[in-house]
Protein backbone atom coordinates (compact mmCIF):
# COMPACT_ATOMS: atom_id res chain seq x y z
CA UNK A 1 0.00 0.00 0.00
CA UNK A 2 1.40 3.65 -0.79
CA UNK A 3 2.06 6.48 1.81
CA UNK A 4 -0.83 8.42 -0.10
CA UNK A 5 -3.41 5.56 0.39
CA UNK A 6 -2.43 4.32 4.15
CA UNK A 7 -4.22 7.93 5.42
CA UNK A 8 -7.23 6.89 3.33
CA UNK A 9 -7.44 3.02 4.57
CA UNK A 10 -7.23 4.46 8.26
CA UNK A 11 -10.17 6.66 8.19
CA UNK A 12 -12.49 3.84 6.56
CA UNK A 13 -11.16 1.61 9.15
CA UNK A 14 -11.77 4.56 12.17
CA UNK A 15 -15.45 5.19 10.13
CA UNK A 16 -16.12 1.43 10.55
CA UNK A 17 -15.23 1.07 14.17
CA UNK A 18 -17.51 3.93 15.30
CA UNK A 19 -20.04 2.26 12.71
CA UNK A 20 -20.02 -0.54 14.75
CA UNK A 21 -20.24 1.49 18.19
CA UNK A 22 -23.31 3.16 16.95
CA UNK A 23 -24.72 0.12 15.95
CA UNK A 24 -24.17 -1.90 19.28
CA UNK A 25 -26.54 0.78 21.16
CA UNK A 26 -26.59 4.16 22.68
CA UNK A 27 -22.49 5.74 23.31
CA UNK A 28 -22.00 6.69 26.90
CA UNK A 29 -20.84 10.53 27.76
CA UNK A 30 -17.29 10.13 26.98
CA UNK A 31 -17.67 7.69 23.79
CA UNK A 32 -19.91 10.83 22.26
CA UNK A 33 -17.41 13.50 23.19
CA UNK A 34 -14.59 11.67 21.06
CA UNK A 35 -17.06 11.08 18.19
CA UNK A 36 -17.53 14.66 18.13
CA UNK A 37 -13.85 15.75 18.03
CA UNK A 38 -13.72 12.64 15.47
CA UNK A 39 -16.14 14.26 13.03
CA UNK A 40 -14.81 17.87 13.48
CA UNK A 41 -11.12 16.79 13.36
CA UNK A 42 -11.58 16.44 9.38
CA UNK A 43 -14.41 17.05 7.21
CA UNK A 44 -14.11 13.88 5.15
CA UNK A 45 -14.97 11.77 8.44
CA UNK A 46 -18.40 13.49 8.22
CA UNK A 47 -18.52 12.97 4.50
CA UNK A 48 -16.91 9.25 4.82
CA UNK A 49 -19.89 7.84 6.91
CA UNK A 50 -22.65 9.99 5.01
CA UNK A 51 -21.26 7.75 1.77
CA UNK A 52 -21.51 4.42 3.97
CA UNK A 53 -25.53 4.62 3.95
CA UNK A 54 -25.15 5.14 0.53
CA UNK A 55 -22.59 2.89 -1.23
CA UNK A 56 -22.44 0.13 0.90
CA UNK A 57 -21.13 -2.16 -2.10
CA UNK A 58 -17.77 -0.21 -2.25
CA UNK A 59 -14.62 -1.93 -2.30
CA UNK A 60 -12.78 0.02 0.00
CA UNK A 61 -15.24 -0.25 3.11
CA UNK A 62 -15.20 -4.07 2.25
CA UNK A 63 -11.26 -4.16 2.90
CA UNK A 64 -11.23 -1.90 5.42
CA UNK A 65 -14.13 -3.64 7.28
CA UNK A 66 -11.93 -6.98 6.92
CA UNK A 67 -9.09 -5.67 8.07
CA UNK A 68 -10.50 -4.39 10.75
CA UNK A 69 -10.28 -6.70 14.50
CA UNK A 70 -11.49 -8.78 15.91
CA UNK A 71 -14.00 -8.93 13.20
CA UNK A 72 -16.18 -6.75 13.03
CA UNK A 73 -19.14 -8.04 11.22
CA UNK A 74 -19.78 -11.22 13.60
CA UNK A 75 -19.43 -8.49 16.57
CA UNK A 76 -22.52 -7.33 14.99
CA UNK A 77 -24.13 -10.08 13.79
CA UNK A 78 -24.26 -10.96 17.44
CA UNK A 79 -25.09 -7.38 18.65
CA UNK A 80 -28.21 -6.56 16.38
CA UNK A 81 -29.28 -9.53 17.02
CA UNK A 82 -29.64 -8.82 20.28
CA UNK A 83 -32.15 -5.92 18.66
CA UNK A 84 -30.38 -3.28 20.19
CA UNK A 85 -31.65 -0.96 16.85
CA UNK A 86 -35.37 -1.13 16.05
CA UNK A 87 -36.18 -3.32 12.98
CA UNK A 88 -32.76 -4.60 13.09
CA UNK A 89 -32.06 -7.56 10.05
CA UNK A 90 -31.17 -11.33 11.21
CA UNK A 91 -29.31 -11.82 8.44
CA UNK A 92 -28.10 -15.45 7.53
CA UNK A 93 -24.38 -15.62 7.13
CA UNK A 94 -21.61 -13.04 8.40
CA UNK A 95 -20.21 -12.37 5.03
CA UNK A 96 -23.02 -10.51 4.13
CA UNK A 97 -22.02 -7.12 4.03
CA UNK A 98 -25.15 -5.77 2.45
CA UNK A 99 -28.03 -6.70 5.21
CA UNK A 100 -25.43 -5.55 7.97
CA UNK A 101 -24.85 -2.67 6.82
CA UNK A 102 -28.85 -2.22 6.18
CA UNK A 103 -29.13 -2.66 9.71
CA UNK A 104 -26.82 -0.21 11.12
CA UNK A 105 -28.29 2.63 8.35
CA UNK A 106 -30.89 3.60 11.38
CA UNK A 107 -28.13 4.06 13.87
CA UNK A 108 -26.04 6.23 12.20
CA UNK A 109 -28.43 8.42 10.20
CA UNK A 110 -30.18 8.82 13.46
CA UNK A 111 -26.71 10.34 15.80
CA UNK A 112 -25.82 11.96 12.92
CA UNK A 113 -29.06 14.13 11.90
CA UNK A 114 -29.37 12.92 8.62
CA UNK A 115 -31.17 11.43 5.98
CA UNK A 116 -34.27 10.73 8.70
CA UNK A 117 -36.74 7.86 8.12
CA UNK A 118 -39.76 10.50 9.03
CA UNK A 119 -40.35 14.47 9.12
CA UNK A 120 -40.71 14.72 12.75
CA UNK A 121 -38.71 12.75 15.28
CA UNK A 122 -40.60 11.76 18.52
CA UNK A 123 -40.04 13.55 21.27
CA UNK A 124 -37.30 12.20 24.15
CA UNK A 125 -36.67 13.00 27.60
CA UNK A 126 -32.38 14.24 29.12
CA UNK A 127 -31.94 13.80 32.51
CA UNK A 128 -29.39 13.95 35.31
CA UNK A 129 -29.98 12.74 38.59
CA UNK A 130 -28.39 14.15 41.63
CA UNK A 131 -24.83 14.80 41.11
CA UNK A 132 -24.50 13.74 38.03
CA UNK A 133 -23.86 16.08 34.90
CA UNK A 134 -24.64 14.90 31.34
CA UNK A 135 -22.26 15.98 27.71
CA UNK A 136 -24.78 15.28 24.98
CA UNK A 137 -25.03 16.27 21.09
CA UNK A 138 -28.18 16.28 19.71
CA UNK A 139 -29.92 15.27 16.40
CA UNK A 140 -28.62 18.77 14.46
CA UNK A 141 -25.37 18.80 15.41
CA UNK A 142 -25.98 20.98 18.45
CA UNK A 143 -24.34 20.49 22.09
CA UNK A 144 -26.05 20.38 25.50
CA UNK A 145 -24.16 20.43 28.34
CA UNK A 146 -26.21 19.61 31.83
CA UNK A 147 -26.07 20.26 35.05
CA UNK A 148 -27.17 17.98 38.02
CA UNK A 149 -30.80 17.50 38.57
CA UNK A 150 -31.58 19.26 35.48
CA UNK A 151 -34.34 17.92 32.89
CA UNK A 152 -34.92 18.70 29.19
CA UNK A 153 -37.53 17.12 26.60
CA UNK A 154 -36.11 17.25 22.88
CA UNK A 155 -38.67 17.64 19.93
CA UNK A 156 -36.92 18.28 16.52
CA UNK A 157 -38.76 18.00 12.89
CA UNK A 158 -37.83 19.16 9.22
CA UNK A 159 -39.07 22.34 10.36
CA UNK A 160 -38.28 23.33 13.62
CA UNK A 161 -35.67 22.44 16.45
CA UNK A 162 -37.47 23.30 20.47
CA UNK A 163 -36.21 21.91 23.72
CA UNK A 164 -38.43 22.66 26.56
CA UNK A 165 -36.23 22.81 29.62
CA UNK A 166 -38.06 21.73 33.38
CA UNK A 167 -35.70 22.78 36.39
CA UNK A 168 -31.87 22.71 36.70
CA UNK A 169 -29.40 23.96 34.48
CA UNK A 170 -28.32 23.35 30.64
CA UNK A 171 -25.32 24.99 28.32
CA UNK A 172 -26.53 25.20 24.96
CA UNK A 173 -23.97 25.69 21.64
CA UNK A 174 -26.53 25.71 19.06
CA UNK A 175 -25.36 24.36 15.52
CA UNK A 176 -26.34 27.41 13.13
CA UNK A 177 -29.57 26.30 10.93
CA UNK A 178 -31.23 29.89 9.86
CA UNK A 179 -34.10 27.92 8.69
CA UNK A 180 -34.64 26.10 11.93
CA UNK A 181 -34.54 28.17 14.83
CA UNK A 182 -33.71 26.97 18.18
CA UNK A 183 -36.06 27.17 20.87
CA UNK A 184 -35.66 26.42 24.24
CA UNK A 185 -39.48 26.65 26.23
CA UNK A 186 -39.76 27.24 30.04
CA UNK A 187 -43.41 27.45 30.45
CA UNK A 188 -44.42 30.58 29.31
CA UNK A 189 -40.78 31.92 28.60
CA UNK A 190 -38.83 31.29 25.56
CA UNK A 191 -35.54 31.52 24.32
CA UNK A 192 -35.09 31.49 20.40
CA UNK A 193 -31.46 30.92 18.89
CA UNK A 194 -29.72 30.37 15.34
CA UNK A 195 -26.46 29.79 15.90
CA UNK A 196 -24.59 30.92 19.30
CA UNK A 197 -23.48 29.70 22.91
CA UNK A 198 -25.99 30.08 26.14
CA UNK A 199 -26.38 29.25 29.31
CA UNK A 200 -30.21 28.78 31.33
CA UNK A 201 -30.30 28.27 34.78
CA UNK A 202 -33.92 27.57 36.01
CA UNK A 203 -35.29 27.12 39.78
CA UNK A 204 -38.76 27.36 41.18
CA UNK A 205 -38.62 31.03 41.34
CA UNK A 206 -36.38 32.69 38.39
CA UNK A 207 -34.91 31.86 35.33
CA UNK A 208 -31.41 33.34 34.61
CA UNK A 209 -30.29 33.46 30.45
CA UNK A 210 -26.81 34.21 30.29
CA UNK A 211 -24.78 34.68 26.52
CA UNK A 212 -21.72 33.26 26.10
CA UNK A 213 -21.72 33.86 22.09
CA UNK A 214 -24.28 35.16 19.51
CA UNK A 215 -27.40 36.20 20.27
CA UNK A 216 -30.58 35.22 21.26
CA UNK A 217 -34.48 36.62 21.47
CA UNK A 218 -35.94 36.12 25.01
CA UNK A 219 -39.78 36.43 25.94
CA UNK A 220 -40.99 36.13 29.45
CA UNK A 221 -44.44 35.27 27.72
CA UNK A 222 -46.24 34.49 25.05
CA UNK A 223 -47.52 38.37 24.20
CA UNK A 224 -44.87 39.92 26.32
CA UNK A 225 -42.01 42.15 24.79
CA UNK A 226 -38.99 40.25 22.84
CA UNK A 227 -35.29 41.29 24.36
CA UNK A 228 -32.76 40.83 22.15
CA UNK A 229 -29.71 39.28 24.34
CA UNK A 230 -26.35 39.70 23.26
CA UNK A 231 -22.94 38.00 24.40
CA UNK A 232 -21.49 39.32 27.48
CA UNK A 233 -25.41 39.83 28.99
CA UNK A 234 -27.80 38.18 31.02
CA UNK A 235 -31.07 39.10 31.87
CA UNK A 236 -33.51 37.50 34.81
CA UNK A 237 -37.54 36.26 34.45
CA UNK A 238 -39.34 36.09 37.71
CA UNK A 239 -42.83 36.26 37.87
CA UNK A 240 -43.11 36.62 33.79
CA UNK A 241 -41.89 39.73 33.81
CA UNK A 242 -38.17 40.54 32.76
CA UNK A 243 -35.16 42.02 34.06
CA UNK A 244 -33.04 44.90 32.80
CA UNK A 245 -29.99 43.69 31.00
CA UNK A 246 -27.22 43.11 32.90
CA UNK A 247 -23.51 43.14 31.44
CA UNK A 248 -21.02 40.42 32.67
CA UNK A 249 -17.75 39.66 31.99
CA UNK A 250 -17.12 36.62 30.55
CA UNK A 251 -13.17 36.47 31.28
CA UNK A 252 -13.92 36.28 35.15
CA UNK A 253 -17.69 34.75 35.20
CA UNK A 254 -17.84 31.83 36.90
CA UNK A 255 -21.04 29.35 35.81
CA UNK A 256 -21.71 25.93 37.02
CA UNK A 257 -19.38 23.93 34.58
CA UNK A 258 -16.58 25.10 36.39
CA UNK A 259 -17.92 22.87 39.70
CA UNK A 260 -18.36 26.33 41.91
CA UNK A 261 -20.69 29.13 41.95
CA UNK A 262 -20.38 32.82 42.51
CA UNK A 263 -22.99 35.36 43.92
CA UNK A 264 -23.38 38.38 44.82
CA UNK A 265 -26.45 39.67 46.92
CA UNK A 266 -29.13 36.83 46.29
CA UNK A 267 -31.27 35.45 48.65
CA UNK A 268 -29.90 32.33 50.78
CA UNK A 269 -32.57 30.00 48.75
CA UNK A 270 -31.11 30.77 45.55
CA UNK A 271 -28.48 28.98 46.45
CA UNK A 272 -29.50 26.51 48.63
CA UNK A 273 -30.79 25.52 45.04
CA UNK A 274 -27.86 25.05 43.15
CA UNK A 275 -26.23 23.49 45.97
CA UNK A 276 -29.15 20.72 45.95
CA UNK A 277 -28.56 19.78 42.99
CA UNK A 278 -25.67 18.38 43.67
CA UNK A 279 -26.04 16.59 47.25
CA UNK A 280 -27.85 13.62 48.42
CA UNK A 281 -28.92 15.50 51.44
CA UNK A 282 -31.58 17.83 50.83
CA UNK A 283 -30.49 21.61 52.31
CA UNK A 284 -33.34 24.12 53.37
CA UNK A 285 -33.65 27.33 55.52
CA UNK A 286 -36.12 28.80 57.66
CA UNK A 287 -38.66 31.20 56.87
CA UNK A 288 -36.84 33.62 58.59
CA UNK A 289 -32.99 33.27 56.71
CA UNK A 290 -34.65 32.00 53.33
CA UNK A 291 -34.15 35.13 52.04
CA UNK A 292 -30.54 36.20 53.49
CA UNK A 293 -28.52 38.21 51.37
CA UNK A 294 -25.72 36.07 50.98
CA UNK A 295 -22.31 36.27 48.73
CA UNK A 296 -19.56 34.35 48.13
CA UNK A 297 -17.58 31.29 45.53
CA UNK A 298 -18.86 28.20 47.07
CA UNK A 299 -17.75 24.65 45.53
CA UNK A 300 -21.20 22.73 44.45
CA UNK A 301 -19.98 19.78 45.24
CA UNK A 302 -18.41 20.61 48.42
CA UNK A 303 -21.87 20.65 50.73
CA UNK A 304 -20.27 20.33 54.00
CA UNK A 305 -17.57 23.07 53.20
CA UNK A 306 -20.48 25.58 51.96
CA UNK A 307 -22.28 24.97 54.86
CA UNK A 308 -19.92 25.22 57.63
CA UNK A 309 -18.61 28.80 55.83
CA UNK A 310 -22.28 30.17 55.84
CA UNK A 311 -23.05 29.41 59.33
CA UNK A 312 -19.63 31.31 60.35
CA UNK A 313 -20.64 34.10 58.35
CA UNK A 314 -23.97 34.93 58.83
CA UNK A 315 -24.50 33.38 61.76
CA UNK A 316 -26.68 30.37 61.72
CA UNK A 317 -26.72 27.07 62.59
CA UNK A 318 -27.57 23.57 61.25
CA UNK A 319 -30.18 21.12 62.30
CA UNK A 320 -30.27 17.64 61.22
CA UNK A 321 -33.61 16.29 60.90
CA UNK A 322 -34.89 13.23 59.37
CA UNK A 323 -35.49 15.32 55.58
CA UNK A 324 -32.36 16.05 55.74
CA UNK A 325 -30.16 19.50 56.77
CA UNK A 326 -31.84 23.03 58.07
CA UNK A 327 -30.63 26.34 58.24
CA UNK A 328 -31.73 28.39 60.53
CA UNK A 329 -30.90 31.32 62.61
CA UNK A 330 -28.69 31.24 65.12
CA UNK A 331 -29.53 31.45 68.97
CA UNK A 332 -26.55 33.22 69.87
CA UNK A 333 -25.41 36.33 68.05
CA UNK A 334 -22.26 37.09 66.19
CA UNK A 335 -18.94 38.29 68.07
CA UNK A 336 -18.11 41.27 65.91
Given at each position: MSTAEQPEQDRYLQAAAWVEKLAAGELDSLSKRRFSHWLDADPRHRELLLSMLQTWQDPALTKALAAYQPHPLKRWQFSLSRSHLAGAAIFPRAGSLTAVACSTVLAVALYLGYGSLSRTAAPYELKTAQASTMYQTLGDGSVVDMAAASQLTVLFSADKRQVVQGLG??????????????????????????????????????IDITVYEGAVQVQATATGPRQLLKAGERVRIRQNKLSKVEKVDLQQLVDWRSGWIEIENEPLAYLLHRLNRSTDVPVSASAEVAGLRVAGRFELANTQQTLQALTEAYGLTLQQHSGGIRLSRSPYPLQQ
Open positions: AAYFAVAKDKQRPFEVRLDQATVVAVGTEFNIDRDPDL
